[in-house]
Structure formats: structure tokens, C-alpha cells
């Protein structure tokens, strides 16, 4: 795959402004307390969406220790490994992808001291594509709103999904009420997140993602909210969309 012009502000699909801005926070990564306090909060439900669906695709009992046990994950924009080490605890064999090198180096001494084994690389879903990888699953998992191109690079992570395997994402919807929770009230008000984490402009909705998935030749399977819970401070699958949301397709045998 020809990768696209260089200019100042992206590489490929990369905007480099993003890929700086969480690179300064990758010493951050696995402080609870910290800038990634919310998304601590939200992996258990995730992990739990990604679990319950690869089993239920193929054949797994989702109680077992291991329900995951020897099949492919690859985690775009794994950052310091906050989804990649459950997983692969789980029994899968993540490969964890991430263009900032400080993320990278996180996520790799934080595995050797937990003893949990995850291929990190510091490189793209591109060049994984381009040199014929293909992954049971592919998670682009808060990572859609952050890269220059959209579409494009879903229909790359679309591609590196083998034949019956399954591509994951979760991601912001561009809503008003988006707007007020996810940046006036998350990063202004309440400080849960860095100020400039998110660019309601760069959000995507349902529909937008759905397409992107559909010409990348996946058949969407699934749509659901996840929603905040303030008395328990804990996120749960939901049927409102309007913030966040996390989608799961299918590519056929």
C-alpha cells in the first residue's frame, strides 16, 4: 500500500500534533489517579464487549480463565497497554501497534515487570497491512477521532482483519451534548482529561463510522452506548449513543 503525501501537520494517517500531545503523557499511562484516570474507568466494559463478542464469534465459553487462548489481536494505538495486557492475560496474542516511541516504551517495560506477554511495535496499521499481517481482531479503540483521515484508516485496519475475524472500535459521537459532556464538562470543567485531549470537530458519528467499516468490506454487527455512572463511578453498556459508543463488525469466512 503507497502511503500518502507527507505534509507538516500528518504522516499517512498520522497527525503528529496528537501523536505529541499523548506521547508527553506516556509516563501517565498506568497512574489510575492520573490524565488516564477516566479511561481506567472505562477499560473494564470494553474488555468485556471485546471478550464476550470474539467468543461468541468463535465458539468460546467467555467464564473459562482463558476464553481468548491463542487467537490474534491487534491493537491500534495501544498506547502504554491498558487494553493490550488484559487481553493477552485473557490468552490472546496481542500485537500492540503506536506511533509515539514513549508510548511504546511504557508499554513494554510495564509488561516485562507484570510478565505478561505483548508484541509492542512503534509502528502504523499501514505498514502492518502493507507487509500482509492479518489478526483474528482489530481494535481501533479511541483512536478514530484522532487520526487525519478517517475513513482511510478504517478501511486500512479493515484490511488487516482475516476472514471471519472481527475489527472493534469505540469512539465519541459528534453531538451537541458530546460537546458539553465530553470536552466543556470532561477536560474544563471536571479536569478528568488534559485540556485539548479531544477536537469535537474530529468526532465521528454512528453513521460516519458505519460507512467507513462497510467500504472496508466488514459487515457491522453491532452498536452500542456506553454511559457514565456517576454513583459508581464506573462506565456500562447503554443504548444512548449521543457520547461515547463502541461498534463491532464482522468480515465473512
Partial sequence: MDRAPTDPVTDGFIDRGE??????????????????RVLHRFNPVRLAYIRDALCH???????????????????????????AEPLARLGARVTGLDPAEQNIAVARAHAAASGVPVDYR????????ASGEAFDAVLIMEV????????????????????GGMLFAATLNRTLRSFALAIVGAEYVLGWLPRGTHDWEKFVTPDELGRAIRSG?????????VAYNPLTDG??????????YMVAAERRP
Fill in 19 to 36: 501523536v505529541a500531545r499523548f506521547g508527553a503523557l506516556a509516563a501517565t499511562w498506568w497512574d489510575e489517579a492520573g490524565p488516564m
Fill in 57 to 83: 464469534r468463535f465458539g468460546r465459553d467467555p467464564q473459562t480463565p482463558f476464553p481468548l487462548d491463542g487467537l490474534t489481536i491487534c491493537d491500534v494505538g495501544c498506547g502504554g497497554g491498558v487494553l
Fill in 122 to 129: 512503534g509502528e502504523t496499521i499501514e505498514a502492518v497491512v
Fill in 144 to 163: 478514530v477521532e484522532h487520526v487525519s483521515d478517517m475513513p482511510a484508516f478504517v478501511r486500512t485496519a479493515c484490511a488487516a482483519v482475516r476472514p
Fill in 217 to 225: 468490506g466488514l459487515d457491522l454487527s453491532d452498536t452500542t452506548g
Fill in 235 to 244: 462506565w456500562r453498556t447503554s443504548r444512548d449513543k449521543a457520547v461515547n
